[in-house]
């Protein structure tokens, strides 16, 4: 995980040798490891470079990364497959060396086609005066664009800031393909021209239609004197996914299974499934590329080689490396469960569970003074102290729905691994101090993306993977916070297995053909809806998300399942959708876990509840629109 950014200014006699501070700020924030800066100029431009490194693997790499002729790369990602990168060397060092190779264009494109994992990326090539950027497909790095209005500036980042008044001045770059600007015409022209070199499967039909479309939405958006067009060459990136299977029955659907549909799930319910050879050997395939994507997760990353004390094995003292975001759902707990087979026996993991506080109405009662004998735990400004009882039912975090899961799912974990120290972070979060943090600095991690759903989403992340909480220990609370630099997220699951009451509704009223449809929209659109702002909000925190359900290998497998083989929607909720997790749920000794509908999480966590429940999800959020710009008051008050 880095913060990458690149500032250009076509005015060289009026250009910045800094950036803004409250950018610096936000991308340092990113990578505390390692900050660098780096001035390249031209005879009618200049380009500075800023590079700020979270060092997780290989030897230590200061970014931004020159060769001898001067070209100059920023990299922001994770190398799981596809290209040849030991566990040892750094993947920034090998990325540019496999770069500096490449002869053509096709080259360029070639090397990022192969790449597993997660990216994005700036590529200065100072010979011909190329400025290269882009996503991966998914777009599970954030990287936004910012263009003046003429011609005279443009700033590509990881992060952005909100100016006052709320105007929207960054946006998303699209993970539609790859982008190329020549640096040198647009200077001289004062008219940016974006190169596209867009995603494509070989035997996609329709190209020329489809990449019409895509230029024309992503010219939308843009100042007059930015134009997008399609490369010269009409050379194309290789989708890593194969295409979705939408094969439907050719006879209705019929199985044993449907005459217990109006009978309350449980878990005999989905056992009659795994009586069906075919269905068991493909919940056992799943589990199996499942498990190769969170190894590659949990493993990929500086470990202590030396071994713990005996006295710490079996104590929270031991570090985490890795986190788990953990509703207690069945996302969350089966990539717990997975990444449990990883990671070795004497390391603990932290699962990450957030609820929102709202202050009982009730005047106190006799049970108050048996929450003061226990203890639990207040995390307001980030600092932790202990109240009342974690872990008592007479609690506020009690009634929350994401914490009742979620400790169900932790004693579920305990019984398939007693042997694993496993850290519930309870993360408590009061309105008071929801609001003053994303009046401050949340609601810049989640521009430019402005809806409730995204304030909601945004913040419950944010405060999650910040893991200022406690632990629920026999003597009581103790304040904790994790440590681990990698967390893993569940994000994804719902997307490929129709697990969104839309789903439902879809399949409801027209059926499977729609139904494969919904899925294929929701999966196209991932990375403007959820991933970038995601990205955003945990890797403020110095971390990184790594998402095992939008492995290219895991994506590739459901992609080429039917349907009705991932979900049965005419199955009743906490059977249906997502079924096939559910059985790898059972095969995992997950029984309870597996039978829990599915919970949005600004519904789970109780953020949907704080301020006004009568908002709808795709309403714009005023509550993210900054008036003043107080990042400088937050990093003197918060210690995250």
């Known amino acids: 995980m880095c913060g990458i950014c690149c500032s250009v200014s076509f005015s060289v006699e009026h250009f910045e040798i800094d950036l803004k501070e409250d950018l610096l700020y936000n991308l340092k924030r990113r990578g505390p490891n390692n900050c660098k800066q780096l001035l390249k100029s031209a005879a009618s431009y200049q380009c500075l470079f800023s590079g700020h490194v979270l060092h997780l693997r290989g030897v230590l790499t200061a970014q931004p990364v020159e060769n001898e002729r001067g070209d100059v790369f920023l990299w922001n990602g994770e190398v799981f497959g596809g290209v040849k990168i030991e566990t040892e060397e750094n993947d920034t060092q090998m990325m540019f060396k496999y770069l500096s190779s490449c002869k053509t264009e096709a080259d360029i494109l070639s090397l990022f086609s192969g790449v597993q994992g ?22 599970r790095r954030s990287l936004l664009w910012q263009f003046s209005n003429l011609g005279k500036s443009l700033c590509i980042s990881s992060v952005g800031t909100q100016a006052s008044g709320g105007t929207k001045q960054w946006q998303e770059v699209p ?50 004197s930015v134009s997008v067009v399609m490369n010269e060459a009409t050379l194309y990136l290789a989708k890593p996914i194969v ?34 050879e075919h269905m068991k050997r493909v919940v056992h395939q799943f589990i199996d590329v499942l498990s190769i994507a969170v190894k590659r997760r949990v493993l990929y990353l500086l470990r202590d080689k030396s071994p713990p004390p005996e006295e710490v094995l079996k104590t929270c003292d031991r570090k985490a490396n890795i986190a788990v975001l953990f509703s207690g759902g069945i996302d969350s707990i089966v990539i717990a469960a997975l990444a449990d087979r990883h990671i070795p026996i004497d390391e603990p993991i932290d699962l990450l569970n957030v609820a929102f506080m709202m202050k009982e109405k009730t005047t106190p009662t006799h049970h108050s003074n048996r929450r003061e004998q226990k203890g639990y735990c207040d995390t307001s400004s980030g600092e932790v102290s202990v109240k009342a009882s974690a872990g008592d039912g007479d609690s506020l975090e009690d009634k929350v729905p994401d914490r009742i899961t979620g400790r169900a799912g932790l004693k579920e974990l305990q019984t398939v691994n007693p042997s694993r120290v496993w850290n519930f972070v309870e993360i408590n979060v009061s309105l008071e101090e929801l609001q003053k943090l994303r009046r401050t600095h949340i609601c810049h991690l989640v521009q430019p993306l ?30 904790y916070q994790s440590k681990a630099k990698v967390i893993l997220t569940g994000i994804g699951a719902d997307e490929q297995l129709a697990g969104y009451s839309r789903h ?13 449809e919904e899925v294929a929209m929701e999966l196209g659109r991932i990375s403007s809806r959820n991933l970038g702002r995601d990205d955003r909000v945990i890797g403020d925190h110095g971390k990184e998300a790594r998402f095992p359900f939008l492995d290219e290998n895991v994506v590739s497998f459901l992609n080429s399942l039917p349907i009705w083989e991932k979900a049965d929607l005419a199955l009743p909720r906490g059977v249906g959708e997502k079924l096939i997790l559910r059985l790898a749920a059972v095969e995992l000794g997950l029984t309870a876990s597996a039978l829990l509908p599915k919970r949005a999480m600004q519904f789970g966590s109780r953020i949907a509840k704080m301020e006004n429940s009568k908002e709808k999800a795709s309403d714009r959020c005023g509550r993210l629109q900054v008036i003043s710009l107080e990042n400088l008051s937050f990093a003197k008050e918060t210690k995250s």
């Open 243 to 276: 295409p979705l299977n939408v094969t439907l029955p050719q006879a209705p659907l019929e199985t044993h299974c449907r005459k217990i549909s109006s009978v309350p799930p449980t878990k005999e319910t989905l056992e009659v499934f795994l009586t069906d």
């Open 504 to 516: 439902r509704v879809r399949f409801q009223t027209l059926g499977l053909g729609a139904l494969n």
């Open 450 to 479: 402005d809806t409730v759903l995204d304030d909601s989403i945004g913040c419950a992340v944010w405060f999650a993977s910040r893991g200022v909480g406690c632990l629920a220990t026999p003597d009581g609370a103790k304040s």
């Open 118 to 139: 997660p990216w994005s990326f700036i590529y200065y090539q100072a010979s011909s005066h190329y400025l290269w950027f882009g996503r991966d497909f998914f777009g």
């Open 175 to 224: 993970a539609a393909g790859i982008f190329r600007i020549d640096l040198k015409s647009a200077a001289n022209s004062r008219c940016v021209i974006l190169n596209f070199y867009p995603w494509k499967r070989v035997s996609a039909k329709n190209v020329t239609e489809e990449h019409v479309n895509v230029l024309t939405q992503i010219s939308a958006d843009l100042p007059t």
